[in-house]
């Protein structure tokens, strides 16, 4: 049997069932691999999901009994209707975790479904940190006035969903047999990327407070009578500390001070943050 | 992937090296991926198995994805002077380093994917 073959079957019985008008063919697949045959059958209509089943289920059994390996996926594409926060989460026990709760609303042709996304605290404490609000890391509670916005928390979880949903193939995310997700650290590190300039002027600050330069960074700035905590006075200092790909002394476009100006605010307020957070873990003799 | 660097005044050479890096960056970190995903060894070795079994894990797109990146690998390593001289750049060093800069920008989002899931799936182990 080849992959032409099999899809011909599937498709012959998908279209005497009525079930072709919702097949999305550019997610559909069917491969050879070698040892068997996989098809994955996605639809545009969650509603069609258990007749489909049936019918791949069928062919299966059939080609089974040819001694044909057959592993399928069949699945529907979703989307994010609407979101709402539900508000702190809570254990199966009805006690409270360090978690923040919302609902979600998924469709899928005329089928909808709600999901819960939980926010871990470690998650929170890291869109506290990217949004500047150091006074507000580490604290237990979330308050609508003066931590990450609620608007913010629903536009995290709704990227956070779609990129759950973005996966095909044997991973994809089921969100009837799996209507709860946590949303860690690692995915708000994921789905809020600091910029390129940012990256690189926090990767200087390190090698210029770092092990290696910080005694001659310090001497620098005693010789020229800056301190170290004028923060905008250091800051062209930083242009010879590019690192990773822009070795020292190798020609580089722009300055530390171009590359920060050109930052958003935000970017500039938790870059300045994160400057005085390395000076504070300068001993003291040194500085 | 951080070493493979296009700059605003990268020459040719620069920026064939970034693109085939990108790729094998890109490459490699599916390995690992699939790797958690228990993959056999003898199914993510070579490109084209490995390809195959990201569209059966992940899905077509992100095979067609991979693939349409392999493709420009091997024509930023071995297409001389093709790739470069011909429709579209045709010769001009700016187009060409230009598309290349999305290209890459490309391969980046799709590599930070890959190592977000491979960091999450060693979290949760």
């Known amino acids: 049997m080849r992959t032409a073959e099999l899809e011909t079957v599937l498709m012959d019985r998908l279209k005497s069932a009525g079930l072709v008008a919702v097949l999305n063919e550019e997610k559909s697949q069917f ?5 068997g045959f996989f098809a994955e059958i996605v639809l545009n209509d969650g509603s069609k999901l258990a007749a489909t089943d049936q019918i791949v289920r069928n062919v299966k059994e059939e080609l089974k009994e040819k001694g044909v390996q057959l592993d399928s996926v069949v699945r529907a594409v979703w989307s994010v209707k609407g979101i709402q926060f539900i508000g702190p989460a809570r254990g199966v026990s009805g006690g409270l975790k360090a978690a923040l709760e919302f609902e979600a609303i998924l469709e899928s042709g005329s089928r909808e479904c709600s999901v819960s996304v939980e926010v871990s605290l470690a998650a929170l404490n890291k869109l506290r940190e990217k949004f500047a609000l150091s006074e507000r890391v580490g604290s237990p509670a979330w308050v609508r006035e003066g931590d990450v916005h609620e608007e913010t928390l629903k536009k995290l979880v709704r990227e956070f969903l779609d990129f759950q949903l973005s996966s095909g193939g044997t ?17 708000v590190s994921y789905l809020m990327q600091d910029s390129k300039g940012f990256k690189q002027l926090q990767a200087a600050i390190d090698d210029f407070l770092g092990n290696y330069a910080m005694e001659y960074s310090l001497r620098d700035l005693a010789s020229r009578n800056v301190r170290i905590r004028d923060f905008e006075r250091v800051l062209p200092d930083l242009s010879s500390h590019f690192g990773g790909a822009y070795k020292r002394g190798d020609q580089f476009a722009t300055s530390a001070v171009t590359l920060y100006q050109a930052l958003g605010n935000l970017e500039r307020k938790r870059l300045q943050q994160y400057y005085f957070q390395k000076v ?3 001993p003291e003799q040194l500085k | ?20 890096r990108s790729y094998y960056a890109l490459f490699h970190v599916c390995h690992a991926w699939l790797a958690m995903q228990n993959v056999p060894s003898n199914r993510r070795k070579q490109h084209e198995t490995l390809i195959r079994e990201i ?8 095979g067609d994805r991979l693939d349409g990146f392999r493709v420009l690998r091997k024509r930023a390593d071995y297409d001389e002077p093709e790739f470069f001289e011909a429709t579209p750049f045709g010769g001009d060093l700016d187009k060409f380093r230009l598309s290349a800069m999305r290209d890459q920008d490309r391969m980046t989002a799709e590599f930070d994917s890959y190592v977000s899931e491979l960091e999450s799936l060693s979290g949760s182990r």
């Open chain 2, 55 to 62: 569209r059966v894990r992940k899905g077509k797109e992100s």
């Open chain 1, 171 to 187: 991973s994809y995310w089921d969100p009837i047999r799996f209507p709860k997700l946590e949303l860690k650290e690692t995915a």
């Open chain 1, 31 to 35: 491969l050879d691999l070698s040892d």
């Open chain 2, 1 to 20: 992937m951080a070493t493979a660097v296009i700059r605003d005044y990268s020459n040719e050479f620069e920026i064939r090296n970034a693109l085939s």
């Open chain 1, 280 to 282: 504070a873990e300068i």
